[in-house]
């Protein structure tokens, strides 16, 4: 008997096991950040927490400076006395 495997087949079977392996590695690589994530997320949280409590001062303190040159401004406008 003879057995041949048709040459289509073994083009779909390079391709399965191409696949397969770039699987493998695409998780592999991306499994190696993820464990990493964690450390980094707590990082990167505290860090947005301290900015956002730098960009809330800086709101406050560019409240009060525009109050007062609010202030100069209808000082300014009024006519001398």
């Given at each position: 008997m003879d057995f041949m495997i048709p040459?289509?087949?073994?083009g779909v079977g390079i391709i399965i096991i191409a696949a397969s392996i770039a699987k493998v590695v695409t998780a592999g690589l991306t499994g190696v950040s993820?464990?990493?994530l964690p450390?980094?997320?707590?990082?990167?949280?505290?860090?947005v927490t301290e900015l956002r409590r730098t960009v809330d001062s800086l709101q406050q303190r560019?409240?009060?400076v525009e109050e007062r040159l609010d202030f100069a401004e209808r000082l300014l406008s009024?006519?001398?006395r």
């Open positions: 040459s289509w087949a073994l993820r464990r990493k450390a980094a997320d707590a990082d990167v949280t505290a860090e560019l409240a009060e009024k006519p001398p």
